[in-house]
């Protein structure tokens, strides 16, 4: 499978497969299904190909420019860097019978929050049920769990997440000194993270994150009035103000490294390059700001009309990205940081984040689910952290579930780098984990070809062809 695309004055072939980008000229760019047509015709001889493609496009180009065209497209494929074969359909099954392990928690510390963000899935913190704050006793069991099913595998993560975590703070201190405590007796390293809405970040909070937390996520949607209008206190005051300098403190603080400001867009802020930009002009150099998940009923929702704007919107962030890197203030944005070189492995390319059954999200009543969008969805309770996990059969359903259980990813060029999306969402739309949500895979899909785009932009940089 290739996919090509143009974006930004670059005509790109990506052989899916592989893995390996071309950046060529426009004949080349037209030459390619040509070829591959006349190959699927079983024409291996360089001159009939030639000929095929020739009656195929006539007197558009000279016959030496196609000639020279076709072999150096020929040649591409002959170093097995375009036209590839699926190699990972075969492996799937050694995959899917693969024994897993247990290596990330994310424990939800506090089921309550201190805003009312209005497209919140957790329900400002209930999660389907009844407020609730995570006991030591509770999320020590959860860390001897991890542990216990975790085999032979050192680094282990533990997201403390809510709600609002900052809301049972001293159980999180508690949990990372339970935590450390075990290490060099299991042989385990912990990697610590937690997501925040800042409300109630102090010195002395922050002094903690720096020392424990290996990454933190501050939760901001960019511009004032964007991120008020949509994360108010309880009381419907705006937030932004009550968190905008705590979070640049915490970003210089860590050297602009190992965090991120994320935030979400919706249907009122569609041009969302403008939050993103807002962030980045702030000084915020490590940036996530994802689209709304919600259902069409919901005013603030995505709806189909939108993807034209929004495509055009992350063309508009490409585009100003490349330039800032050029003039020296560059910054990460989450979703255009696509590993293009090495990639995934092999199992993240076919099964994503592993939820139901190498990532689980904990309650603060010790329940067991497959992730956090998953919690309070009864038929998706795996088990709880004393007795471990009863729901094998849902394990198996979570281990199955990959590209090739989705037929919309089979054909998709985007695959290998979203994993077949998120379980959660493709069961919210669709009542099963083995479908996608249609809306994020465009999305998916037009950030991927603009990541390619900025790799394209930022080696021609290095070659000197840059003015």
């Known amino acids: 499978m290739v996919h090509r695309f143009e974006n930004n004055g670059y005509f790109i072939a990506l052989d899916v497969n592989s893995g390996c980008i071309h950046v060529v000229d426009e ?13 699927d015709k079983g024409l291996e001889n360089s001159t009939k190909i030639w000929g095929f493609v020739l009656q195929k496009i006539g007197n558009q180009w000279d016959g030496e420019s196609v000639k020279e065209a076709v072999d150096e497209i020929l040649q591409i494929r002959n170093e097995d860097m375009l036209f590839t074969k699926d190699i990972y359909e075969e492996y799937i099954g050694e995959f899917q019978n693969r024994e897993t392990v247990v290596k990330a928690l994310c424990l939800h510390i506090a089921h309550d929050c201190n805003l009312r963000c209005k497209y919140c899935f957790a329900e400002e913190g209930e999660y389907h049920g009844r407020r609730a704050l995570m006991s030591f006793e509770v999320g020590k069991k959860a860390l001897d769990f991890l542990i216990k099913n975790s085999g032979n595998r050192v680094n282990l993560e533990v997201d403390f997440f809510g709600g609002e975590p900052l809301m049972n703070w001293q159980v999180v201190k508690e949990l990372v000194e339970y935590g450390r405590s075990k290490e060099e007796e299991f042989h385990k390293k912990f990697r610590f993270t937690l997501t925040t809405n800042g409300i109630l970040l102090d010195e002395e909070i922050m002094e903690f994150l720096n020392k424990e937390m290996a990454n933190i996520v501050l939760s901001i949607d960019g511009r004032k009035h964007v991120h008020d209008a949509m994360r108010p206190l309880r009381g419907g005051q705006g937030s ?45 150099q490590q940036i996530s700001v994802e689209p709304v998940v919600a ?25 100003e990205m490349i330039k800032r890197e050029h003039q020296g203030r560059g910054f990460g944005f989450f979703h255009f940081m696509l590993d293009l070189e090495g990639g995934p492995c092999v199992a993240k390319r076919l099964s994503g984040c592993g939820s139901g059954t190498e990532y689980l999200a904990v309650t603060p009543w010790g329940d067991l689910y497959p992730c956090h969008q998953f919690v309070g969805q009864e038929e998706y309770l795996l088990g709880n952290v004393e007795e471990g996990i009863f729901r094998t059969d849902l394990v198996e359903e979570f281990k199955g579930c990959s590209v090739y259980s989705k037929e919309k990813c089979r054909k998709c060029f985007a695959k290998f780098y979203c994993s077949g999306g998120c379980a959660a969402n493709s069961q919210r739309f669709h009542e099963t984990i083995h479908e996608v949500y249609d809306i994020g895979c465009q999305l998916q899909r037009k950030r991927v070809e603009c990541a390619i785009m900025i790799k394209a932009a930022m080696e021609e940089k290095r070659d000197g062809k840059y003015d």
């Not at 004949?27 to 190959?39: D, F, N, S």
């Not at 259902?295 to 585009?319: C, G, T």
């Open 240 to 284: 932004y103000e009550k968190i905008i300098s705590k979070f640049l403190k915490v970003a210089e603080s860590r050297e602009q490294k190992n965090y991120y400001v994320r935030g979400t867009y919706t249907h009122h802020n569609l041009d969302f390059s403008k939050d993103v930009l807002h962030l980045a002009d702030l000084g915020f």
């Open 27 to 39: 004949l080349v760019y037209t030459l390619i299904p040509l070829v591959e047509e006349a190959l």
């Open 295 to 319: 259902e069409e009923e919901e005013e603030y929702a995505l709806k189909e009309e939108d993807m034209p704007i929004l495509f055009q919107e992350y063309d508009i962030l490409a585009k």
